[in-house]
């Protein structure tokens, strides 16, 4: 069992940068892949950002490349969530997700992949 733990949330302007937080608890953090994702009101829930256990690959969709990162520290048991340059379609709730590593480190841009998830923070992105 995992348990992973979100915060940073917030209230920010377009343009801002904002860092979300995730620990996670109950595995070997090294060997869990982790990954960010969102969900806006009425929308499904899509991914952000993923990274594999070892931090050797990572994943973002075209909407948050070039803005958005996902560094993790494995002495911490933490990843996190950098956005910069927000904007007002960047407003959703925000979940941490973690999965074991497996063979294929394509599959963390898979929400399906994922077997433990965050209870969510909101991020508001006023214009």
């Known amino acids: 069992q995992v348990q992973l733990v979100e915060s940073g949330g917030g209230l920010v302007q377009a343009g801002d940068s904002l860092r979300l937080s995730c620990a996670a608890s109950g595995r070997a953090f090294s060997s869990t892949d982790m990954g960010w994702f969102r969900q806006a009101p009425g929308k499904e829930r899509v991914i952000v950002a993923a990274?594999?256990?070892?931090?050797?690959?990572?994943y973002y969709p075209d909407s948050v490349k070039g803005r958005f990162t996902i560094p993790r520290d494995n002495a911490k048991n933490t990843v996190y969530l950098q956005m910069n340059s927000l904007k007002p379609e960047d407003t959703a709730v925000y979940y941490c997700a973690a999965r074991p590593s497996g063979s294929n480190p394509l599959r963390i841009r898979d929400g399906d992949a994922y077997d433990y998830w965050g209870q969510g923070t909101q991020v508001t992105v006023s214009s």
């Open positions: 990274i594999t256990g070892s931090g050797i690959t990572t």
